[in-house]
């Protein structure tokens, strides 16, 4: 669980994956696999991490809004 603190210039944060998952795919035509769960995810992620920050507590994710085939720990 990461404490709050800015991720800016953190090792390993995934930007890597993502680049190279991103050339991949431009490079074989390849399509991502989950593209548009993922992208639902990091928008709800975004968007708890800011109500959290406002409302200064621990906020989980929703029951309501989890994808039933996605797993989620």
Do not use: R
């Not at 404490?3 to 998952?21: F, H, Q, R, T, W």
């Amino acid at each position: 669980m990461n404490d709050g603190l800015s991720m800016i210039g953190a090792l390993k944060d995934g930007s890597d994956e993502i680049l190279s998952a991103f050339c991949q795919a431009c490079i074989t035509g390849e399509k991502g696999k989950n593209i548009v769960e993922e992208a639902y995810l990091a928008t709800m992620l975004c968007h708890l991490g800011n109500q959290a920050m406002a409302e200064q507590k621990k906020i989980t994710f929703p029951e309501e809004y989890k994808i039933p085939y996605m797993k989620f720990s």
